[in-house]
């Protein structure tokens, strides 16, 4: 859904183990599967804002509707669990469903630039990520 097409009276994020959404009359919680992970991901080149657990409906990254060249790596495996061209949503943000309990490196070009950023799906890992610079 469009950024400006969001009702501003729901709250949704993601953590590790579950979606929550909220609004003014109730909150629900949704389970997502065990054996998977939600990453989302907005890289940046100018600005960026700090980000632990993904929020839906709040959270705005720099790169809205630009494409981006992403590969995910698992660093014990050193399998490549994404190998992508993906277009970032409008809010600036690209989300992967990965494995869960694992840690690896986020690898992103964009028009010539490119970085990289280290992970974790574990119980304590983050759901956001904006620390990966382009330059």
């Known amino acids: ?3 400006t097409d969001r009702p501003n009276d729901l709250m949704a994020s ?3 183990d579950e979606l929550v959404l909220a609004g003014e009359a109730q909150e629900v919680t949704i389970d997502l599967p065990e054996e998977k992970a939600y990453v989302s991901i907005a890289p940046y080149v100018d600005t960026t804002h700090d980000c632990f657990y993904y929020s839906l409906t709040t959270c705005r990254g ?3 509707n630009e494409e981006l060249d992403v590969k995910i790596t698992d660093s014990a495996t050193g399998e ?3 190998d992508d061209r ?16 694992i840690e690896g ?7 010539g630039k490119s970085g990289s950023v280290d992970f974790s799906t ?3 890992g983050a759901t956001c990520i904006t620390g990966l610079r382009l330059a």
Do not use: Q
């Not at 993906?86 to 309990?101: E, H, K, L, M, Q």
């Not at 490196?105 to 028009?111: A, G, V």
């Open 62 to 64: 720099e790169l809205g």
């Open 105 to 111: 490196t986020i690898d992103i070009t964009h028009e």
């Open 86 to 101: 993906v277009t970032a949503f409008d809010n600036g943000f690209a989300g992967f469903w990965v494995p869960s309990d």
């Open 14 to 16: 993601v953590y590790p």
């Open 80 to 82: 490549l669990v994404v």
């Open 1 to 3: 859904m469009a950024v």
């Open 122 to 124: 574990g119980e304590d």
